[in-house]
């Protein structure tokens, strides 16, 4: 958001993220949805930003790893292969009946991974916070081969449609942006100026 110019305020949410494991662009709306009404709680008068992101592969939901092990298990069966990552972004104005919800699908294409090329990988970037054991932005490089679609959406917010979205508001209030940032379990609100 900063290098898009944006100032923003980070709030603490405590919004519930549901995993519908046959649904992942439902899942990712309702979690966006579910962070802007917390939000929108904390900040009646503000235009307000929300997003959630998640790892599709294979016709599952993909979190966090629970271990290294699990890392690498993950890695191991990318390895030359796709996925899709899915982030909806909803925004809405205080006067707003219903919040505007975009979602963007990107998908991901692994290189081929050896098991050493996975255990570098592991312990360089320390993925046990990231859902799917990677982070595109943290040496992405590394295992990624082509992000089709948004490389932002990969890491975690897409741009255009934020842009698209606050494009199409008055800057003269608050905004304020609630992120779970590529599957990682951060629950906040972040006010842009």
Not at 11 to 29: I, N, Q, S
């Amino acid at each position: 958001m900063r290098e898009a110019g944006y100032d923003f305020e980070v709030l603490a949410t405590d919004a519930d993220e549901t995993a519908y494991d046959g649904d992942p662009a439902g899942t990712v709306a309702r979690n966006a949805l579910a962070k802007l009404a917390v939000c929108r709680g904390l900040r009646p008068d503000a235009e307000i930003l929300a997003a959630d992101t998640l790892v599709w592969f294979e016709g599952h939901l993909v979190g966090k790893p629970r271990d290294e092990a699990e890392a690498a298990r993950f890695l191991r069966d990318f390895s030359g292969r796709r996925q899709t990552v899915f982030t909806a972004v909803a925004f809405s104005r205080p006067a707003d009946k219903t919040p505007t919800v975009r979602i963007e699908a990107s998908i991901v294409r692994f290189k081929e991974l050896s098991d050493g090329e996975i255990a570098d990988y592991i312990r360089i970037v320390q993925p046990l916070d990231r859902a799917g054991a990677y982070d595109a932005a943290d040496y992405g490089d590394r295992v990624i081969a082509e992000v089709i679609g948004s490389f932002t959406n990969v890491v975690g917010l897409p741009m255009d449609s934020v842009r698209m979205l606050l494009g199409s508001s008055s800057v003269a209030e608050p905004k304020y942006l609630s992120h779970a940032g590529h599957g990682r379990m951060m629950h906040r609100c972040r006010r842009l100026t």
